[in-house]
């Protein structure tokens, strides 16, 4: 985690902006394109889930207390952004300079 912290500041540094959050808890998942934007970093850190959409969150939270209450677990999927990422840092770069990127993982 601290490996983590230390690459998140210093990207920073660099201009580059990482966020992640959840976009798919059970059968939830966030309307597609809704993604947060760096000033958007509180609003996902006081989210229960990190989910960005408040609607979405809270149909997440209900799937969770249920599959709680009957002894199970959800499967997820976490998106990492990167903002202000210059071109040619990675794999998926478009060419043009301050692009976003994302990177999806199932959890």
Known sequence: ?????????????LGVAILSHVVALGGTETPH???????DLAAVDASTVRCFDADTEDTMVAEVKA???DGDSLGGVVEVLAY????????????????????RRPS
């Open 84 to 103: 202000g990422v210059p071109s040619g840092w990675a794999a998926t770069s478009t060419g043009t300079e301050n692009s976003t990127h994302s990177w």
């Open 67 to 69: 599959a709680a209450k």
């Open 33 to 39: 394109g809704v993604r947060p934007r760096p000033g």
């Open 1 to 13: 985690m601290a490996a983590g912290a230390l690459a998140k500041a210093l990207l920073a540094e």
